[in-house]
Nanobody
Framework: QVQLVESGGGSVQAGGSLRLSCAAS????????MGWFRQAAGKEREPVAVIDSDGTDSYAISVKGRFTISKDNVKNTLYLQMNSLKPEDSAMYYC????????????????WGQGTQVTVSS
């Protein structure tokens, strides 16, 4: 049974930083792709960043240059460093994992966390 548990969310002023963590337990292969998604109130869930097993990362245009995704395979933890936060970054952030990069990129990963709330005030 795979479990993903996010942490690190909170409230911050615009221009501030937060670091989200996603601790994975159970059987997460090092070959899995993992990603961060977010869903703002009244909006659809959208991809934020994805990282492949070889460390290749990709970002949504809206966060590129401000957010950095990384993972620690020893600790089985995924991270999202968020800098220069904007009010429009406010959302529930979810981590996801799957053996298929395509499913992660498409937002249909097999494994999801429960989410952590990020609120950015102006």
């Amino acid at each position: 049974q795979v479990q993903l548990v996010e942490s690190g969310g909170g409230s911050v002023q615009a221009g501030g930083s937060l670091r989200l963590s996603c601790a994975a337990s159970g059987y997460i292969y090092s070959s899995f792709s993992m990603g961060w998604f977010r869903q703002a109130a009244g909006k659809e869930r959208e991809p934020v960043a994805v990282i492949d097993s070889d460390g290749t990362d990709s970002y949504a245009i809206s966060v590129k240059g401000r957010f950095t995704i990384s993972k620690d395979n020893v600790k089985n933890t995924l991270y999202l460093q968020m800098n220069s936060l904007k009010p429009e970054d406010s959302a529930m952030y979810y981590c996801a994992a799957d053996s298929s990069r395509g499913r992660v990129m498409s937002g249909v990963s097999k494994h999801w966390g429960q989410g952590t709330q990020v609120t950015v005030s102006s």
